[in-house]
């Protein structure tokens, strides 16, 4: 499963000001999850990839507690991440409340297709939880759209995500 936030602009790239910034930097932190970020293809599994979150695999999880190095390895050993689970996106600061916002759940392909997903929020409200209500189709590439309701105004992406969209543009 490929997860972006929407935040690129078409040309002429701009982005929204926001003090709230989700930032794309699977590199450097483990800010969405699940993402192929952290998968690597491996034709010996029924799916043609595989979880690769030890720290070896992904520098992001370095410095995680010692507790956590066991179960990134048992996870590890999957053959991509589930159809049903939660996904979950990091912000810099705390979230407006969930009733505040626009948030959207697409499935990419030739026709792409609006997910059903229930919301909650953890971690003080800086972490944002999409629990489809219904499985993913087996390697869906999906899109989070977050946007306050209100004015349709943006999240906007911090330094790494504004890099990332320059990239992409």
């Given at each position: 499963m490929?997860i972006?936030?929407?935040?690129?602009a078409?040309?002429?790239l701009?982005?929204?000001?926001?003090?709230?910034a989700?930032?794309?930097?699977?590199?450097?932190q483990?800010?969405?999850?699940?993402?192929?970020h952290?998968?690597v293809?491996?034709?010996?599994?029924?799916?043609?990839?595989?979880?690769?979150?030890?720290?070896?695999?992904?520098?992001?999880?370095v410095?995680?507690?010692?507790?956590?190095?066991?179960?990134?390895?048992?996870?590890?050993?999957?053959?991509?991440?589930?159809?049903?689970?939660?996904?979950?996106l990091?912000?810099?600061?705390?979230?407006?409340?969930?009733?505040?916002?626009?948030?959207?759940?697409?499935v990419?392909?030739?026709?792409?297709e609006?997910w059903?997903v229930?919301?909650?929020?953890?971690?003080?409200?800086?972490?944002?939880?999409?629990?489809?209500?219904?499985?993913?189709?087996?390697?869906?590439?999906?899109?989070?759209?977050?946007?306050?309701?209100?004015?349709?105004?943006?999240?906007?992406?911090?330094?790494?995500?504004?890099?990332?969209?320059?990239?992409?543009?």
């Amino acid at each position: 499963m490929l997860i972006f936030l929407l935040a690129c602009a078409p040309e002429p790239l701009s982005f929204c000001g926001s003090e709230l910034a989700y930032d794309y930097a699977p590199d450097v932190q483990l800010s969405t999850f699940p993402d192929d970020h952290y998968s690597v293809v491996d034709p010996d599994t029924a799916t043609g990839r595989r979880v690769a979150m030890t720290p070896q695999d992904t520098a992001a999880v370095v410095a995680f507690p010692e507790n956590y190095q066991s179960w990134l390895s048992d996870l590890s050993t999957l053959d991509g991440f589930g159809l049903s689970a939660g996904i979950f996106l990091g912000f810099d600061g705390e979230l407006p409340p969930i009733e505040d916002l626009d948030i959207q759940l697409w499935v990419l392909g030739d026709s792409p297709e609006s997910w059903p997903v229930a919301l909650s929020t953890t971690d003080g409200g800086r972490t944002l939880m999409l629990h489809p209500t219904r499985a993913l189709p087996s390697a869906a590439e999906v899109l989070v759209v977050v946007r306050n309701a209100e004015d349709a105004a943006c999240i906007a992406p911090g330094q790494i995500g504004r890099a990332s969209c320059r990239e992409r543009v």
